[in-house]
């Protein structure tokens, strides 16, 4: 989905003339979106030869005064293609939408663009708003699925105690925005994924069964698991509480295939203390030889625990496996200084609560001292509210650099 576009009204396109191929800058986009403006655009120092009239920018913060000037729009109507995924952190960073052209890699899914168009014949199903997103953030928006949503596909390999290479393919249904980054008071998504830790959470059920379901219509698998808790771990097992009802009704339930053999905590570790933590943690309880497996877990981090997992059933005999997560941990930051909704009676911040449907919306931090008046505001219209509180216009560009 869109994190800071307002898809009804996109009036200009940033095309990065360094990283697309012909088709994508010879596409016809007025015929999907009537009078948009395009800009072609190509770093100074390039080499780049295209057949196309460019604009020349030193860096983004610039370029993207230059853009707002001439457009004389904000960043909500503005967005960008490229096959680049560091040009799109750069634009993600100044709320300007971003859609890639290949797959992202795994050591930059940290920085997920809105859109992903591998293929040209998916570009115009982006652009008329035809593709949904996400598919868990469209069901942590809407409460229900929307025809078009679509995975985070990332594929890699892994090596085996053996020295033998097998593929992993990891889906996964949206960003999550971690308790230290400032969005996550507003996302709905993050704010799913924590209360899947220690509720049942209906939108994350209905994410999961469908996506599981759409897998199983395209390759047939034998068993679909999870990653489980740890020994020592006495809390609520989130996936326990699934219940799948589609796959269900397909004979298909989740089983408890792995488990840990020691307690570890991740939390604070960087990429090579985690990765040793959870070397050989995991067991297997179950016959899964030549079994095509589906193993879900809720965040992926760094990956290594959905690794160390397909690599242990990988080792125990299983013929495939696919992995699906709930989100995929972000680290993308803002050049804009964010601003947070407040509430109208006492000023105080708004933040994204749960009813007891499981349904969001924003409330008053401080609602206690005025419970009698209720200033709630619904999910949808809040969402749209901070994209209006925190575009990007010309005024309030903050080059990061003149900090230092």
């Known amino acids: 989905m869109w994190k800071w576009t307002d898809p009804d009204n996109i009036k200009a396109i940033i095309l990065d003339v360094d990283s697309l191929d012909e088709a994508y800058l010879s596409f016809p986009y007025n015929q999907y979106i009537a009078d948009v403006q395009l800009f072609f655009v190509k770093d100074n120092n390039s080499t780049c030869d295209k057949e196309v009239e460019v604009t020349e920018y030193i860096d983004t913060t610039t370029l993207l005064q230059d853009i707002l000037k001439d457009s004389k729009y904000n960043s909500t109507s503005i967005i960008s293609i490229s096959n680049n995924p560091l040009f799109l952190k750069e634009m993600m960073q100044n709320h300007i939408g971003t859609i890639l052209t290949c797959i992202l890699a795994k050591d930059l899914l940290r920085n997920t663009p809105d859109f992903t168009a591998c293929k040209i014949n998916s570009l115009p199903k982006i652009l008329k708003g035809e593709c949904s997103g996400y598919g868990a953030e469209v069901y942590a928006t809407y409460g229900k699925g929307i025809p078009k949503m679509t995975l985070l596909k990332c594929e890699y390999e892994i090596s085996l105690s053996d020295g033998t290479k097998r593929e992993v393919i990891v889906f996964m249904g949206g960003r999550y925005y971690s308790e230290t980054h400032q969005y996550l008071i507003n996302d709905p998504l993050s704010r799913l994924v924590l209360n899947f830790k220690e509720n049942y959470t209906k939108s994350v059920d209905l994410f999961f069964d469908a996506a599981l379901s759409s897998l199983r219509k395209h390759e047939s698998f034998d068993i679909l698991t999870y990653v489980p808790l740890k020994p020592k771990e006495n809390k609520y097992d989130r996936f326990v509480g699934l219940k799948l009802e589609k796959n269900s009704k397909d004979g298909m339930k989740l089983q408890r295939v792995l488990e840990f053999n020691k307690n570890f905590s991740q939390k604070g570790n960087n990429f090579y ?58 680290m993308t930051e803002s050049n804009i200084e964010y601003k947070n909704l407040k509430c109208k009676l006492c000023g105080n911040e708004m933040k994204l609560r749960i009813n007891k449907k499981g349904e969001l919306f924003f409330g008053c ?19 749209n509210l901070l994209k209006d509180k925190n575009k990007l216009e010309v005024t309030n560009i903050r080059d990061l650099e003149d900090e230092y």
Not at 273 to 293: M, Q, T
Not at 301 to 317: C, P, Q, W
Not at 376 to 381: E, P
């Open 365 to 383: 931090t401080a609602f206690y001292r005025h419970k009698v008046i209720s200033t709630t505001i619904n999910l949808k219209q809040g969402l």
């Open 273 to 330: 203390r985690r990765k040793e933590n959870v070397k050989g943690a995991f067991n297997v309880i179950s016959d899964i030889n030549g079994k095509n497996i589906i193993v879900i877990d809720d965040v992926y981090s760094t990956g290594s625990t959905i690794e160390e997992a397909i690599k242990t059933l990988y080792e125990n005999g299983a013929n495939k496996v696919l992995a699906v997560l709930l989100a995929v941990n972000q």
